[in-house]
């Protein structure tokens, strides 16, 4: 079951003031069971760390203001599959449904390193089967306060994200609000990034497109 849950009253109108168009981004948070995948979201809708979250799937949608535009996150907080077989497993409606991914391991569970790493390229090659080259994802080492008991050094959590072209980040949930904040931003920009690219591809798709039909025209007169 997922629940949905609004932070801000949902605005109807796709425009934000100022006639900037408003941003919509559908953000699915990934990972391990116990990791802090609800701690970082919870963190982001409410600046708060409550401690303990239950295991609810959750869509929460939240309505800020970034710079000079009206930004609205969805945001999808899932739980890890208890069955082994199917934790590495990302469903095809999430991936359908998702414009950015957030994979959440914790530094100090190298099993749920091994998971993102599993989910990150299950990303990786259903997105390039679907054409699509660079979805917006970021990787994050949490519980980053419990140096101590570290099993996941910064090095590996960067060279996975680096050669899976993703963000990355190491934070603490319990600790601090900017963490979560960053996290969220900056897979903002890859989304903003990644949709601009897109239109640019198809963009130049189109320009090929009627070059060749005149061409071809000219050719068959
Ligand atoms: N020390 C520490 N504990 C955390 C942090 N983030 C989450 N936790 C704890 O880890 C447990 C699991 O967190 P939760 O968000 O429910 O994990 P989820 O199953 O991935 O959603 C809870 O007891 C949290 O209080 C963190 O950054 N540091
Ligand atoms: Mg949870």
Redesign the pocket.
């Known amino acids: 079951m997922v629940v949905q849950l609004s932070t801000r009253p949902h605005q109807t109108s796709k425009m934000s003031e100022g006639n900037q168009p408003k941003v919509e981004a559908n953000i699915l948070v990934l990972?391990?069971?116990?990791?802090?995948?609800?701690?970082?979201t919870v963190r982001f809708l409410t600046r708060r760390f409550i401690?303990?979250?239950g295991?609810i799937e959750s869509i929460y949608t939240h309505s800020v203001r970034i710079g000079d535009r009206d930004v609205c996150f969805s945001i999808w907080?899932s739980?890890?599959p208890q069955a082994s077989e199917l934790q590495g497993w990302v469903s095809e409606k999430q991936l359908r449904w998702a414009d950015g991914f957030i994979l959440?391991y914790s530094i100090c569970d190298r099993s749920s390193f091994q998971l993102a790493r599993q989910q990150l390229l299950r990303i990786r090659q259903l997105k390039r089967r679907g054409g699509v080259e660079k979805a917006p994802v970021i990787l994050v080492g949490?519980?980053?306060?419990?140096q101590h008991r570290r099993a996941v050094s910064s090095e590996e959590g960067r060279l996975l994200a680096l050669s899976t072209n993703s963000g990355f980040f190491e934070?603490?949930?319990?600790?601090t609000y900017h963490g979560a904040l960053v996290v969220f931003h900056e897979l903002l920009d890859m989304v903003r990034d990644s949709r601009s690219s897109g239109k640019k591809a198809v963009g130049i798709r189109g320009i090929v497109r009627s070059m060749s039909a005149v061409f071809g025209r000219r050719r068959t007169e």
Do not use: F, M, Q, W
């Open positions: 990972g391990a069971e116990k990791v802090g995948k609800s701690a970082l401690g303990e979250y295991d907080d739980v890890c959440v949490n519980k980053r306060d419990l934070i603490s949930a319990a600790e």
